[in-house]
């Protein structure tokens, strides 16, 4: 039987020669399609995973009326909550800056860089490649970079303590390399180019410490156990209230 079906086979190749072809082309594309689809989902389910701290940290988001959400907060709000907040054992608040222009023997590169608070690296522990944890962020002007941004400026060479003159907001200015970390494998949204030190509250305008203005992303770390429903009612009034007293306004009419 397997011979006359190898003979029905033959036949059928010498009258319809493309069809094998056909099939085999479009087996090899389906399974591809699969794989390459498997291997995508995997990568965007994973961000974020390799963190320990995953369980217990939160992002504070303004939920409105109308359905719209704003996923980023006051600065203010975030240094009193976790002043009068006992259950937030930690805050995490990075800002926007301006971009830099690096001109390191004769290659030129422009890159967004982000202000961060020191604790970092206590929310996202990436590995270091060069520098010391406890030395990332002691000077406003000290940066640290990505390894990936690093290999496109210094190449394989050890830049931490190099000061690196560049230009901000369209003037000259010198920072220093304090630290480089290591993005690969560990998936993320948040992987900055370039970190700087967020400045002192002390240091910002009034503008800037309004409870309006929603400029900052903020992360908290919950103490673990900590009941996520109960702290949510607890910090809905503790926005509110604070909200409505910047305001001027009373917290029934706010």
Same mark, same amino acid.
């Given at each position: 039987?397997?011979?006359?079906?190898?003979?029905i086979?033959?036949?059928?190749?010498?009258?319809?020669p493309?069809?094998?072809?056909i099939?085999?082309?479009?087996?090899?594309?389906?399974?591809?399609?699969?794989?390459?689809?498997?291997l995508?989902?995997?990568h965007?389910?994973s961000?974020?995973?390799?963190?320990?701290?995953?369980e217990?940290?939160?992002r504070?988001?303004?939920?409105?009326?109308?359905?719209?959400?704003?996923?980023?907060?006051?600065?203010?709000?975030?240094?009193?909550a976790?002043?009068?907040l006992?259950?937030?054992?930690?805050a995490?608040?990075?800002?926007w800056d301006?971009?830099?222009?690096f001109n390191?023997e004769?290659?030129?590169?422009v890159?967004g860089?982000?202000?961060?608070?020191s604790?970092?690296?206590?929310f996202?522990?990436?590995?270091?490649?060069?520098?010391? =944890?406890? !030395?990332?962020?002691?000077? +406003?002007?000290? &940066?640290?970079?990505?390894d990936?941004?690093?290999?496109? %400026? $210094?190449?394989?060479?050890?830049?931490?303590?190099?000061?690196?003159?560049?230009?901000?907001?369209?003037?000259?200015?010198s920072?220093?390399?304090?630290?480089?970390?290591?993005?690969k494998?560990?998936?993320?949204?948040?992987?900055p180019?370039?970190?700087?030190?967020? =400045?002192? !509250?002390?240091?910002?305008? +009034?503008?800037? &410490?309004?409870?309006?203005?929603?400029?900052?992303?903020? %992360? $908290?770390?919950?103490?673990p156990?900590?009941?996520?429903?109960?702290?949510?009612?607890k910090?809905?009034?503790?926005?509110?209230?604070?909200t409505?007293?910047?305001?001027?306004?009373p917290?029934?009419?706010?």
């Amino acid at each position: 039987m397997i011979h006359s079906w190898f003979q029905i086979f033959i036949r059928h190749l010498k009258k319809n020669p493309l069809y094998p072809i056909i099939n085999t082309l479009g087996l090899t594309l389906g399974i591809t399609c699969f794989i390459l689809v498997t291997l995508f989902v995997s990568h965007e389910t994973s961000y974020e995973k390799w963190n320990p701290n995953l369980e217990n940290i939160y992002r504070p988001i303004r939920l409105f009326d109308n359905g719209e959400v704003w996923n980023t907060a006051p600065y203010i709000m975030v240094t009193k909550a976790q002043e009068e907040l006992p259950e937030i054992e930690d805050a995490l608040i990075l800002g926007w800056d301006g971009s830099l222009l690096f001109n390191n023997e004769g290659k030129k590169l422009v890159k967004g860089m982000r202000r961060t608070t020191s604790n970092f690296f206590d929310f996202y522990p990436y590995p270091l490649k060069y520098g010391n =944890k406890e !030395q990332l962020f002691v000077n +406003e002007n000290d &940066l640290v970079l990505s390894d990936e941004f690093a290999f496109e %400026l $210094f190449g394989d060479s050890n830049p931490v303590g190099q000061v690196v003159h560049t230009t901000y907001q369209n003037k000259a200015k010198s920072f220093t390399i304090t630290g480089v970390y290591i993005t690969k494998d560990y998936p993320s949204d948040v992987q900055p180019p370039i970190l700087r030190l967020i =400045k002192k !509250q002390s240091e910002f305008t +009034e503008g800037q &410490l309004q409870w309006g203005n929603f400029n900052y992303d903020a %992360l $908290f770390k919950m103490h673990p156990n900590t009941d996520i429903a109960a702290f949510i009612k607890k910090f809905d009034e503790f926005y509110d209230t604070n909200t409505a007293k910047s305001w001027s306004t009373p917290l029934e009419e706010y």
